[in-house]
């Protein structure tokens, strides 16, 4: 392969590379966490945030859940829906907006949100302790990523 090809000499120097190898290594973790919840890791995320943003002043919609998960929103859609058929979420007509829907979650969702919540919050302690302190700064840095890679328009 000609030299020129790659920006670094080695693999590890890649940000991005390292980002997919510790986002996979979390992401092992957390399925499994999530395991016994009957869970996927996409599925999680919603509930959380739904769990998250509930009682705001107006009410939650798809487009309003992906962009604070910053998800898809046609994925954001498909776990919806699932969700809703395991009896997690409600999907109801938006009382000023005929085009989208009002979600809430139910009682059911928000218990097994909160038992995984908690699950997941183990896992992440245990998972960022490697940063020795440094995770605030760690995070500072993701938050830095988010807002300069926000969609324009």
Do not use: C
């Amino acid at each position: 392969m000609p030299d020129d090809v790659f920006q670094f000499d080695n693999a590890d120097e890649s940000p991005g590379f390292s980002l997919w190898q510790v986002s996979s290594m979390w992401q092992r973790q957390i399925n499994a966490g999530l395991k016994p919840f009957d869970l996927t890791h996409a599925q999680f995320v919603l509930l959380a945030s739904m769990t998250w943003l509930a009682g705001g002043e107006k009410p939650l919609t798809q487009i309003d859940l992906a962009s604070h998960a910053k998800m898809d929103v046609m994925m954001t859609s498909n776990v919806l829906r699932t969700l809703e058929e395991k009896g997690l979420i409600l999907r109801k007509p938006h009382p000023t907006d005929t085009r989208a829907k009002a979600l809430s979650i139910t009682a059911q969702g928000r218990k097994l949100a909160i038992q995984a919540i908690e699950v997941v919050e183990k896992i992440d302690h245990e998972f960022f302790k490697g940063l020795r302190g440094n995770s605030k700064k760690f995070n500072e840095y993701l938050l830095a990523l988010i807002a300069a890679n926000q969609p324009t328009g």
